[in-house]
C-alpha cells in the first residue's frame, strides 16, 4: 500500500507499506500474525524521469506461531518490491 509520494528537486520518495495482515516464516512456512516489531527499510530504485527514487518501506517483524520453529521472529516481505536484505527492489 503506497501510504505517500514526496517530490522535491531531483527526489521522489515513495512511502510503503505491506496490507497483509501476516506472513509466512521462511523457514517452517506457517503464518503468523504476532507482530513483534516495526522499522523502516529505505531501498533505491531506477531514476524516473531524471528524478532519484528512493521508497521508504514500513515493514513489520512477526513472531513465529511455531513453537518447534528455529527462526524466533522473521520479516514481513513485500512480493515483487522487497528480498532479504536487498537495498533495491527485484525485478
Known sequence: MVDSVE???DLVTFRVRAKAG???CPECRR?????H????RQL???PLGGRQ???IVRVRRFK???PRCAQSTFSGQIPG???PFARAPGR
Do not use: F, K, P
Request: hydrophobic share 35%.
Open 22 to 24: 501476516d506472513a509466512a
Open 53 to 55: 527514487v528512493q521508497i
Open 31 to 35: 503464518r503468523s500474525s504476532r507482530v
Open 81 to 83: 518490491l522487497t528480498t
Open 7 to 9: 517530490h522535491g528537486g
Open 64 to 66: 513465529c506461531a511455531n
Open 37 to 40: 516489531a516495526r522499522y523502516q
Open 44 to 46: 533505491a530504485d531506477l
